[in-house]
């Protein structure tokens, strides 16, 4: 696949090479250690060309010349757009339209990021006492003799103090504002949502400006009188995270909204079995800490584990990738070998791997010799519609739900 016209987007599709031509702005960008690492780029056979492959990534980046950047997903794309809702704990209404580009899943996600934006803010700005200080011609507060003795020597007529104050201007709502100005940035078709971007930057611009990581949200604590915060934060979360393309803070200069599907697909599992799995008096968690050394110097983090109040029921790996016909359609040796490890360290009897039916076809079942464990390929159907992931989800919670629960009888 070739995209050869400078102006037109490149399309990109997950896990393939596709063969461009690039302006050098741009072939600068897509080399820079904060790209590198989420879209592959090496020479290819055609003259004056190279190929992009985004691997796992999928989403879309504004480059350097204006150019856009589109890495397309294997499954549709209403079902990215309801795996993230799930996965962020929004609630999901369905009856979206048919979407055709991925500019279409950031237009829903910045649809409702302004409709949560307008109720927070027609309801009032959270206020807090936050420290301040400055120079001032009248006392407030205390005096900060260090800095007044260092400041005013000489002219008396001001006195440094420190002081609380009552103010808007607080991370919760200073990442709300980012968030907002990170958005204006994107030429969405709509242009009613453009302007009503604008309109929230502009009302929340007596706060100061940030450049906030999606992590600063996981700091933040609720209560009833700022629980109405969450949802919105959740948004800014999602937003903030895909923008920066890093593990670093601070979004990258140019508009990205990029997912990685592999982190996608083991927190969207994980949260439905949280659903239905941990409904059964299971608790589910995900990336658990655990040791395979008694030192604990080798650490481990199973995507998904399964626990009762008596033992490590099962352990689970997500693995968003493709299984090969050269391969049988089998976990690889790489894949066996990890959760077996987790199963011999929480001493559970089940291990498994989930990967996309999309990409695999079948489930295996795989006894383990001299043990007791048994590591289970297991699928999900992501690539129909909404209502075939939904009933693919249920039976991949009823399936492990049915190996838990009997060995819980078990016990």
Known sequence: MTSSNPVDPILLTE???TSVTLAEDDYSFLVSDRISKKIQLSLSPEPGAYLLNPHQHVGVIQLPSGRMLESRP?????????MVARSMGMPWVGGIAKLERFDDVLELIAELFADESDHLIS?????RYQEQEDNLINIKGRIDFNEDLRLNTVLRHRTYCRYEDLTVDIPENQVVLQTAEMLSGWRFGNKDLRARIRNITQRLSVLSKTNFSGQIIDQFIYNRMTEHYRPVHRLCKLLLDQASLSEYSGMIPNPAFIIDM?????????????????????????QSRVYLDTTKIYR???????????????????KYKKLTVDQDLKSSEADMYQVLSYCTVTKSRHGVLIY????VGHQ??????NSSAVIQQMTVDMGGSIDDLESSIRVLANDISALILGDSQIA
Do not use: W
């Open 123 to 127: 309801r009032g700005l959270s206020r």
């Open 356 to 359: 996309p039916q999309h990409e």
């Open 74 to 82: 294997k499954v549709p794309f209403e079902n990215i757009f309801y």
């Open 15 to 17: 896990y393939e090479d």
């Open 364 to 369: 295996k079942r795989i006894p383990i010799v």
């Open 300 to 318: 481990m983090q199973p995507d998904i584990v399964i626990r009762n109040n008596r033992f490590t029921a099962l352990v689970a790996d997500c």
């Open 262 to 286: 592999n982190k996608l697909f083991e927190k969207f599992i994980s949260e439905a079995l949280k659903e239905s799995v941990g409904a059964r008096s299971f608790s589910v968690q995900n």
